[in-house]
């Protein structure tokens, strides 16, 4: 029986793992398969070796780091000792994850890594950790292939898992109906991040935005895409800032995917989630506001001035980008304004958004990774056999 430890860190990866453990079952019932994982893996019948939701709420402290050691010495010992796994399956969380491949490698077992750093976005010093530890790196975007393939590192497109994984049956005459919204006004989405700090940056500029726009358009109504780590409590804190503006905004939670989808067009925190209105043809302006120290970070370690995923991917600006002290009112107003009622332009950005999401084809991500994963093992073990 062949065995698979996976390594997660996050929420995400942890969902992301859940659905190549599906695919690796189909394929090959006898798999046995641990991790560091979550909910989502535990769904599906994995033993955890410990959950990873203690890893999520870790900071950048002395604190974390003792922990992030003592837990990496405790996987390791536990896979040399008990479980030893024919391969160890590294999903995103880069920082910790390259750590134990550095160990694991020297302690003679085989990684993969499904989700890598985006080592040709920022922190490139990490692509060498990457040459010396980690034996097949399954990639999402299609130019990362030939990127990791230059540096001599074995790489395969899979595919971008959020293709296959995210749902695209909505309705939208349903969804202004179940949520109260009025069928004659646009909506314009919001969504201001899953982190505090994103909250406390954007969404007051997102509101005073919304403001604007509503001054100069009454034919536009607002939804907040409330993210499920935010509590209510924390976003009643900052609605109550809204009445500031009187502002009439809709707080939607678990519908972010149906938002995203039915809106006209969409006002988002930098992240996955421009991916997400990209394959769903969303019309988007993107913004990042952050203390200074952070901006100061990521202008030093970024290698690509983009900063969302659709500019990355096409390599000129699709979509208007507000960054730092661009993150204003006034400009987001009139951008989102354009988007809305600029027939010629709002056309030609969902053409953009499109050829996108028609660049990735048609491959299911977990499928691939899995398909990868086993055709190893077989071989490995016809190697074995001699």
């Known amino acids: 029986m062949k065995k698979i430890f996976i390594i997660t860190g996050e929420h995400s990866g942890d969902l992301h793992a859940s659905f190549v453990v599906k695919e690796l079952k189909k394929q090959n019932p006898s798999i046995e398969i641990q991790a560091v994982g979550g909910q989502n893996l535990a769904k599906e019948g994995i033993k955890l070796f410990c959950d990873h939701s203690k890893m999520g709420v870790m900071g950048i402290n002395f604190k974390a780091i003792v922990e992030h050691l003592t837990l990496g010495k405790k996987i390791l010992?536990?896979?040399?000792?008990?479980?030893?796994?024919?391969?160890?399956?590294?999903?995103?969380?880069?920082?910790?994850?390259?750590?134990?491949?550095?160990v694991l490698k020297k302690s003679g077992f085989t990684c993969f890594y499904y989700i890598s750093p985006q080592v040709w976005a920022s922190r490139k010093g990490r692509i060498n950790k990457?040459?010396?530890?980690?034996?097949?790196v399954m990639v999402l975007f299609p130019f990362e292939e030939n990127f990791y393939k230059k540096e001599n590192i074995d790489a395969q497109y899979v595919g971008h898992p959020l293709i296959s994984q995210l749902p695209n049956d909505f309705d939208k005459a349903e969804f202004f109906k179940l949520n109260g919204l009025d069928k004659n006004k646009k909506l314009v989405?919001?969504?201001?991040?899953?982190?505090?700090?994103?909250?406390?940056?954007?969404?007051?500029?997102?509101?005073?935005?919304?403001?604007?726009?509503?001054?100069?358009?009454?034919?536009?109504?607002?939804?907040?895409?409330?993210?499920?780590?935010?509590?209510?409590?924390?976003?009643?804190?900052?609605?109550?800032?809204?009445?500031?503006?009187?502002?009439?905004?809709?707080?939607?939670?678990?519908?972010?995917?149906?938002?995203?989808?039915c809106s006209d067009a969409v006002m988002l925190a930098s992240g996955t989630i421009t991916m997400e209105a990209s394959i769903y043809e969303t019309p988007m302006i993107v913004a990042y506001k952050g203390p200074l120290w952070a901006y100061l970070i990521y202008l030093m370690l970024r290698y690509?001035?983009?900063?969302?995923?659709?500019?990355?991917?096409?390599?000129?600006?699709?979509?208007?980008?507000?960054?730092?002290?661009?993150?204003?009112?006034?400009?987001?107003?009139?951008?989102?304004?354009?988007?809305?009622?600029?027939t010629e332009k709002r056309n030609q950005v969902i053409k953009n958004l499109k050829e996108i999401k028609n660049n990735f084809g048609d491959k299911i991500a977990s499928y691939e990774v899995a398909k990868i994963i086993n055709n190893y093992l077989k071989e490995s073990e016809n190697e074995k056999n001699g």
Do not use: W
Request: proline fraction near 4%; charged fraction near 25%.
């Open 130 to 136: 990457i040459k010396k530890y980690i034996s097949k």
């Open 77 to 102: 010992n536990y896979l040399k000792t008990e479980f030893k796994p024919d391969l160890v399956l590294l999903i995103d969380y880069g920082g910790f994850n390259l750590q134990m491949a550095k």
């Open 304 to 342: 690509i001035k983009c900063a969302s995923i659709p500019n990355i991917i096409s390599g000129k600006e699709v979509v208007k980008e507000f960054l730092q002290y661009n993150a204003k009112p006034e400009p987001i107003a009139n951008e989102i304004l354009e988007l809305l009622n600029n």
């Open 189 to 261: 989405g919001i969504f201001p991040g899953s982190r505090k700090m994103e909250l406390n940056y954007l969404l007051s500029v997102f509101l005073k935005s919304a403001k604007l726009i509503n001054e100069r358009d009454r034919n536009v109504q607002f939804c907040i895409g409330q993210a499920p780590n935010i509590s209510d409590k924390i976003m009643d804190e900052f609605l109550n800032k809204a009445k500031e503006y009187d502002l009439d905004i809709k707080i939607l939670k678990n519908q972010n995917h149906a938002l995203l989808s």
